[in-house]
């Protein structure tokens, strides 16, 4: 039984998806500083309400509340009454960025979830039953995964968030941090984990610092793996496909 | 005594590897992300029922069997009817992903198989012996691998794995993770130790992004070991001779 | 509700941020060495009083207080005077540079905040009142950082370190050291926990070392990307809009 | 008084050696995957009956016997009956590479021979014995150096492999993994341990894939340095030395 | 209050730094091997004696003084009658550079200075003291950093000696290891804790292998930051001014 | 007192020598694979016997002497008759090569010499006194370092060895090994700790293997520091200045 597609929105971004991403599944943003991260993901979830039809919850892991909306009131956005309209809802998560227990990292038995991991899910799952909704943002992962300091934890730590969305049984976008950057990289344990992978970065081609995205994995989907240029406008991102990167 | 080839059906690819893959081997397909790791096993195995009469078995170690049969419907192959027909089985592995035991992690005596791989390749076999299968696929090793924090250790892993298929008889496709990119990029050690070894990456060669497919290795066989492009269509991996990636 | 923008008045500079740094936020200049962070953050408290009316504080973790006024005495800036006229203060913070405790470093919990960060935030919070200081520096943040000998912690001290300066509630720009250098470095990871983040590198492009800034990140802001030539002259740091680095 | 030279037979090579290998001399070859080193050196020893007089024997610590004259078979050397005419001999060191001790890795002492190292070489010499082998091959030695987890431990298995070698007095050639790959790749430890070495690379030059071999070290030789362009053919290893690898 | 400047005497250098180093800084010479650091910071202090009047104390942490002034010799500078004259005084550290206490190490303060290093500092003030010096060199610094083995007790070490020169009140020149080279090399804690930073090294341009000497950081000062070309001739260091590297 | 120069007598060398290595001297031969270090050094000590009247010390870190022999002998040097004549001497160190003594690691006190160098360095005196040699070599000093697992007993044991030497009183010649190549390669610890350097490397300039040597560093002289190439002929290492490696 083939998938149904939930459709971004982003300009030129939904072509590039093979028609938008698989409902259920996980997708992981990957990008460099200032690339538009947040900016992105917010707009999967406006875009779903606007567009689509989707109620959305944006799990923010980064900032508090009042931080966020100042920063997406420049695109136009009414979160605050989506919010009352009970299509959107933020899950403040942004305390569990300064957690470490140096003791129960050693101890933690991750095939049974992590703690604190459950507990998010499970505030998730809550928020989601509460408004219906059919799209969930994490934003970002990164410290969810580092408060473990080796791979085979961190490895793990990514699964369980993976595994925690899928069951609560919509599609999820999640973004982490770019280690290195350029064309030849190091590839990031997390883009083998999640369902699909979408790349942000400035790449510098020759005179010219450019916004580049990339979709690099989607399952289910004949993706185009071209790297396209991006801009970040009043409206959001957007994606120019007619235009190359060089 | 020469081997008989057992032919992928994959287009192109056949006359890369000299005919085929010698019978009994393991060969170790490694890629990026999103190069299409998982749709080129499948692939093989149902080519192998389809035009050879080759029965075979997917064993999971990543996704559970709706999602897997989700993600293989775009191409047309009708898995549960195989399934019912008793040509194709599935093995669902995947909670092994999230197994670690820190503590026997330290204490395993590589020599004697290690617990869960024993009772992995007991599974395995049962299934293959269930429906005589001809052809086995296992994706990915990477967790199987990754339980264990230092090199000796995995080292190890790997040659059990490949050891325990060996064993089974038949001929064995396994998938593992691209660490690094690129033409000049590090060498893994599962590269070493599988008996063939096909390499997928999406390469930035000038102004495009290029899916590239490289065999680099393969027991019995004089290879071409030119890199060729390749494409991810509804009918699968397709591998273009003519054309050159540059 | 949108932000104020702070201008820098930094000659070029505004305009690349879209009109200035978004009130309250914290900065992070990072740069090589010689690249002229310590002036440019001072050029940002200088302008703030006598452009824009701002009371600023200097946080020094580097030098001490007659150092740094030779230091900037070249600019004909005069510190002193705007010191008496209680519109800029100095906090010398520079021993913490010093402080190391082997035995703390283990134990100390983050999520609580370090005793010595503690103290130094009361001390600039302080410090902000006594003079109703609008604007805030601290350079360079390295020494807090750098107490811990692991990622997990340096993360949480940087966090820290913009949370703490965050609810002091004015604008803050904090400078640290590059690591690597080039078109294709490292991304540090404090560049993904600040709010914005401005590049300074001396280049090497083809004959020339050109010195170049970049905004690479803001939050709430369109900003231009793109590497500028900048100079360092009598008059403090000067950037060329329409001059190209290459 | 200068040695004799031990002609490899291998199309190319000899002359690239100077004549042959220094008799009685150590040889490391290193090479990637799918490079034929195995071909290599099962050539070497082929050669050495058919064409020399010298008789060989095969050490294999990667696969058994009947994997090996499979593999062996598509160049039509009859393996077995140079066996029967004991001329050629197989020694199944296979198992050795799961051989892991945790424990005695760290009491070893390397000064006199390592345990499982001593009865490998006592093995041999009584295979050599038993058929006056003047060749022996050793391919690999990855499992008998990675037993060791530290630099200081593989450093001393590496000399007690070439001490061992020596000691039996006849002319070696040992095979292991190449780490990095590339013109300017890094130079692993065993090269400098060896009394020469070959290595065999697969090159990207521009547009195409090249298997490309280099002399590199060889005691009592003027050797040519250049890199070369060979094949893989029916006939095994192929050298052609009036082509350039570019 | 403007510093006076402390000329080098070097032909060409003086007009990279601005008119000279800003008086009572450590300048940190970073250079790769046979750069000609020792060279040119004897230079420094030649040359202060007899064409600027400024006695000067030389640190060697390398050398005992009948090699140091075998070298110096070829420059013709006749240092032991300067030290006759009591304008010129050598203080020989070298002992220090074979000093570890591996015990020592992991319980040392570094908040209170090391015990060799305050030592060191009196035996340098010392010597300052008795002719009156106006500059110092040490040379090298790495044994005094290198005793420590992690990088937060060696952060510490460079600290404790800049500050420890400062407090001598005169002009210092500092001199330490390259690590790796090129254009795009890793930067040295080292540069950012000293004042200044000038930076040797011989590269690799084109077909020819250049001298070349960088300014690249001074406080206080509007430095030349291009890469120019230098000699060493029989009168010491030269850096011509109008030539270029490339 | 200016020293006297010790002639190589290496066609094309002591003219980039600025005409020999200062006497008394200790000189690091550091060189790739195959690049000649061993028929370098031991052209260095026959050229001083047959051209200069200086008798000279081979010690051996690596070969017995028959394997040396038989090696130099190629090259028409009669060292046994040399050794007749009490000109030339072979000291065997080659069994410390595989001393380890993991216990003894972490104790020994550097600060005093370590137990083996003493022995070593007595031998060598020993052997320098009996026949009055003005030159000695060791080759290579990589297993007296490479005893200790940890970079600062590493440099501690080069300082100690190049002290050792040193205070023997004549002219000496080590080699070591290259551990990365090409042109940025990174800087050796070594290269900082011998009083000259010369490099040997065979690098890859565009279509053509070179080797290539460089004299990186020598006190007191002024040296030529450009690339050369060289040949290994019947004769030993020639360099031709008048051609270059490009």
Redesign the interface.
Known sequence: ???SRIKTGILGLDKMLGGGI?EGRVVLLVG???TGKTIFCSQFLVNGIEMYGDNGVFVSLDEGKS?Y???M??FGWDLEKLEQEKKWAFVNASPI????S?DEV?NI???SKDFSLSNLINKIKSSVDKIKANRVVVD?I??LV??Y?????R??AI??IVEGLTEIGITSMVTT???????????Q?E??LAHG?IVLQ?L?V????I?AI???????T??D???RPYR???KGIEIYQKE???
């Open positions: 039984m083939k998938s698989p460099g500083p200032g931080h909306l100042r920063e009131s420049v960025k300064y957690a470490i140096p050693s038995s991750i095939g970002p990164t410290s580092f408060q300091p080796d791979v085979i934890n490895r793990a699964l369980n941090e770019l280690k290195t950057s350029g064309f030849e990289r190091n590839i344990l883009e083998y992978v400035t510098q020759g005179k010219t610092s916004r990339q979709v690099e994995k989607m399952r289910e004949s993706i793996p071209q790297i970040i406008t009043e190359s990167v060089f």
